[in-house]
Structure formats: C-alpha cells, structure tokens
C-alpha cells in the first residue's frame, strides 16, 4: 500500500526500486534553506546490504506488510542471536545489526514476535515491559521525595535509566522497552 514516507519507522518494510527493504534509521532534515527532507537508512531484505535514500516529506512508497509469528529467545552466541518458532520448534538464529538496540532486553527464554517479509526474519516486537535488576545505584539521600527527583541507575543488560531515589542495587524493577524508562519496582 501506498503511504507518506514521513510516517516510515525503524522496523517498517518497503519496496523501492523493485527491491524490499526494512527501514534501520529514520530522521526528519530540516535544512536552514529548502524543504525538509527524511532520510531513510535501509537494509535489503534479499542481500543485506545497507543503502541510505532521501524522501521528499510528501513523497510516497509503497509499504510492504510484515508477517509476525512467536517465537522464543534461546541464546546469544557472539552477534547471533538464537530464537525458537514456537509452533514449527525450528531454530534460526538473526545478527546484531539486524535486531538492532533492542538486543539488549533479550533474556533467556523470552517470548517474542518476529517479523517477517516473505518468511525472512527481518526484525523482532519485544514486550511492552521487562523486569531487570539494578546493579548499581546512588544511595538514597534522607529528606529526598520519591517524585521530585531521580537518580542515574545502571540495570544487569549494562544500561543506565534514571531511577526514583528509593531504588536501591539489588531491587528488581520494571523497564519499558521502547521509551527504555523506570514503570515501576517489580512485584515478587
């Protein structure tokens, strides 16, 4: 289907000179003369290869629709990921690039959503929210107020989120995955 290149985003296929491609990176130019412009950093479905292309704001693609199907995260080995399609049990396993920033929420035995372009995987849907530990953490400071501040924490996958002040290392907090912000602590 025809659709605004404006409204592509990291994860979305399309087709573009008779090649399909998953979008990588995607940002709005707004140079200081002359229109704005998206650039689009894509990846070729069939080969791989990266490309960067420029859109026009009002220009159109043509928007290709994913499969999703479920599967399981196994194991990380390097820059390959392992995962398990939960219905055919097959293996198949995807690179570092190809999942992008969202490989550091993989935990063992996570289920997930994978997307596909004509059963190609392509990119994965992580869920909503995930429960990760703190492993280190400022100590909490008296006469601080749990909403007038936050402090910088840094989880057990190595990534640094603010925290509110009553957080300590060792507590088990939820995370979002796509804003990668504190939810709340975790309920054991």
């Known amino acids: ?10 994860g979305h296929a399309l087709e573009h000179e008779g090649r399909r491609y998953i979008v990588i990176k995607h940002e709005l130019i707004l140079p200081g003369k ?3 412009f998206i650039a689009l950093d894509m990846r070729d479905v069939s080969t791989g290869t990266k490309t960067n292309v420029r859109f026009r ?30 219905e055919t ?5 995807m690179d570092r690039e190809t999942i992008g920033d969202k490989c550091e929420f ?4 996570m289920a997930i959503r994978i997307n596909t372009v004509d059963s190609a995987p392509v990119g994965i849907t992580l869920p909503t929210t995930v429960v990760l530990e703190v492993t280190e953490a400022d ?14 924490a840094i989880l057990e996958n190595g990534m640094r989120i603010n925290v509110p002040p009553h957080i300590a290392s060792g507590t088990r907090i939820v995370v979002h995955t796509e804003n990668r912000e504190y939810v709340e602590r975790a309920k054991d």
């Open 57 to 86: 704001t009002g220009d159109t693609v043509e928007r290709l629709m994913t499969d999703e199907k479920d599967a399981q995260f196994l194991f990380a080995e390097g820059d390959l990921f392992t995962f398990m399609d939960t």
């Open 106 to 109: 993989l935990q063992e035995g």
């Open 1 to 10: 289907m025809k659709v605004i290149a404006n409204t592509m985003r990291p």
């Open 139 to 152: 100590p909490v400071v008296k006469g601080q107020t749990a909403s007038s501040s936050y402090k910088p």
């Open 89 to 93: 049990y097959d293996q198949f396993a």
């Open 34 to 36: 002359g229109n704005a």
